[in-house]
């Protein structure tokens, strides 16, 4: 289309879409060139041309690239494909929380660095020792919220404090709270055939033509919500001109202003859902422990643990992010 670049939004929003198609198309193209490198391999052991971990090695490959392409498909809800505003808060206990809260945010702005994502600190709030009370990152990225969304709750610490002069093990408490990036590129569709239109006299001043011509339109639109099934109608008038086109026009333009503030709605509503589901900071509300002095960092909703404190610590949390999504990913798409 020659015209194509003479309306940016949509011009952008058509182009992530040919990025999303692409981005899955070279993800099947690369799974397929590691089967193929896999089973090439096998028929090489066979001949005794590579030793068994040659073929090890390519088995390896291919299945990370599988679970990968699996773990994408996990993420299909609409807002998963979006940016993620990130909080950290420190919990009671002073400055050893507080030291807590900035390990988290060192761990999640090493995690987004590690994978590419653009992070910005919207704010933050130094605390009174060390450490901070509170933060929050803005993340952007593909399916940054997808994949963080694992990260929403409580975390707690359990090391041999550096703050105590006795050398006592402390626990400590901090909250993540993971909320969507909210963007403008919500896509307003209006159905044609839910369409109605009126025409009719436009009354008052204006002249002779305003009375006698109809250049007045009413709009009727049957609308459903398509998050409740509550269908009503939406009935707009609009006398702005004394061109009948001109006057549609504006009407349809309010009329994807509504639907578009319905969907605003909707997701200041779903996000208002996760606020009221915030998890008190305190004992037995957990969904990770960090325990520092048995090298052990457990995730209590997966039961998935690993050994390996400084990896994670360093942002290696793919794995704790995989076991989430696997097990409870599926679920959420039939909430």
């Not at 945010?105 to 060390?130: F, V």
């Not at 009370?133 to 929403?152: M, P």
């Not at 919500?186 to 009354?203: H, M, N, Q």
Request: contains cysteine.
């Amino acid at each position: 289309m020659p015209d194509f670049w003479e309306h940016p939004k949509e011009a952008q929003a058509q182009m992530k879409k040919i990025k999303d198609i692409k981005a899955w198309i070279d993800g099947y193209h690369e799974v397929e060139n590691l089967v193929d490198e896999l089973q090439l391999a096998f028929d090489f052991f066979k001949e005794e041309l590579v030793t068994e971990e040659d073929v090890d090695r390519h088995y390896a490959s291919a299945i990370n690239a599988i679970e990968a392409l699996e773990l994408r498909n996990m993420l299909r809800r609409e807002e998963d494909k979006l940016g993620v505003v990130l909080k950290i808060n420190s919990g009671a206990g002073g400055t050893e929380s507080q030291d807590w809260a900035q390990m988290l945010m060192r761990m999640y702005l090493r995690y987004c660095e590690r994978h590419g994502y653009k992070t910005s600190i919207a704010n933050l709030l130094e605390g009174d020792e060390a450490g901070i009370k509170s933060c929050t990152i803005n993340v952007e990225g593909d399916f940054a919220y997808g994949y963080l969304k694992s990260e929403n709750g409580v975390h707690r610490l359990v090391r041999v404090s550096p703050y105590n002069a006795q050398g006592k093990r402390m626990t400590s408490f901090a909250s993540v709270f993971v909320t969507p990036l909210v963007d403008d590129t919500i896509e307003v569709k209006v159905e044609p055939a839910l369409l109605s239109w009126d025409t009719f006299r436009s009354g008052g001043a204006g002249g002779q033509n305003v009375n006698k011509v109809e250049s007045g339109v009413r709009l009727r639109y049957q609308f459903t919500d398509p998050y409740t099934g509550e269908k009503e109608e939406i009935l707009i008038e609009n006398t702005e001109t004394r061109d009948q086109p001109k006057n549609k026009e504006n009407a349809l333009r309010h009329l994807r202003s509504i639907l578009y503030e319905k969907e605003m709605q909707h997701r200041l509503e779903e996000q208002a859902k996760v606020e009221a589901g915030k998890l008190k900071i305190e004992w037995g509300s957990q969904i990770r422990s960090y325990v520092f002095d048995d090298r052990r960092v457990k995730d209590h909703r997966t039961g998935y643990q690993t050994s390996d404190v400084n990896a994670v610590m360093d942002g290696d949390l793919d794995a704790f992010i995989k076991a989430y999504l696997m097990e409870f990913a599926a679920t959420e798409e039939t909430k």
